[in-house]
Nanobody, 124 residues
């Protein structure tokens, strides 16, 4: 069983930065792929970035965040980070991290473990 806890959300002005953290309980976290999803009001939850297991040699970014967001992991700390720069009002959403014992995941249904979400609000 893995429990995920996100933190780092908040209110920021457009152009600003935030770093989200996703801390996992349990052992062998390096054997889990992790994805960050977000859900804006009135919209479906969407995948924005993933990082593969085993040190995170493979990453993926949605076009909407490419070049602005960076995912990374520190398996010694059981933590995955999402560095968000050049934030835009359209980045406003609840951000979720998800994990599962797979090499990499592209869809919600590939992830068994989810955090509770952290709100990110970007003002114009």
């Amino acid at each position: 069983q893995v429990q995920l806890v996100e933190s780092g959300g908040g209110l920021v002005q457009a152009g600003g930065s935030l770093r989200l953290s996703c801390v996992a309980s349990g052992r062998a976290f390096r054997n889990y792929a992790v994805g960050w999803f977000r859900q804006a009001p009135g919209k479906e939850r969407e995948l924005i970035t993933t990082i593969s297991w085993g040190g995170g040699s493979s990453t993926y970014y949605a076009d909407s965040v490419k070049g602005r967001f960076t995912i990374s992991r520190d398996d010694a700390k059981n933590t995955v980070y999402l560095q968000m720069n050049s934030l835009k009002p359209e980045d406003t959403a609840v951000y979720y991290c998800a994990a599962d014992r797979i090499s990499v995941g592209w869809r919600e249904d590939e992830y068994k473990y989810w955090g509770q979400g952290t709100q990110v609000t970007v003002s114009s």
